[in-house]
Structure formats: structure tokens, C-alpha cells
């Protein structure tokens, strides 16, 4: 009994860390919304569904240069 009892806490225990991981990986990595720009963006764009605006980093596309380069510009 002592050993089923080992082996639940112990697997408890890993999928918390990796839950615990994961959680933060995802709130250290969110860069935010990109602010409008009136050069680029055009004025009259209206969302027909704003619970369904995906961030680039949900899609998997890429910037280039990174999350340094979006904070840079």
C-alpha cells in the first residue's frame, strides 16, 4: 500500500513541477499588443470577433530578430 501511495505522490509531485514550468514559460514569454501605428496600420480595420484574435506567437509565425527586435521597434 505504502508503495502505490509513493508512486501517486511522486507522479503528483512531477506533473505539478512540469505544470509549475510550464506556467511560467508562458507568462515570462508574452510580449503584449503591438501598438498602433499610423505609417502601417490602417485606421478603418474593424475585428469581427475579438475572442477569436490569435497573438503571432499562438500561430506559429516568426518576427525576425525576435521578441528583442518587437521591443526595439
Wanted: overall charge neutral; proline content about 0%; hydrophobic content about 40%.
Amino acid at each position: 500500500m505504502k508503495n502505490k501511495l509513493n508512486i501517486l505522490l511522486s507522479l503528483s509531485f512531477l506533473i505539478s513541477v512540469i505544470l509549475a514550468i510550464w506556467v511560467y514559460y508562458q507568462t515570462t514569454h508574452r510580449i503584449g499588443d503591438i501598438a498602433y501605428n499610423q505609417n502601417t496600420d490602417n485606421s478603418e480595420f474593424i475585428v469581427c470577433n475579438e475572442d477569436s484574435v490569435l497573438q503571432y506567437y499562438a500561430v506559429g509565425t516568426h518576427y525576425q530578430g525576435g521578441e528583442k527586435m518587437i521591443k526595439k521597434n
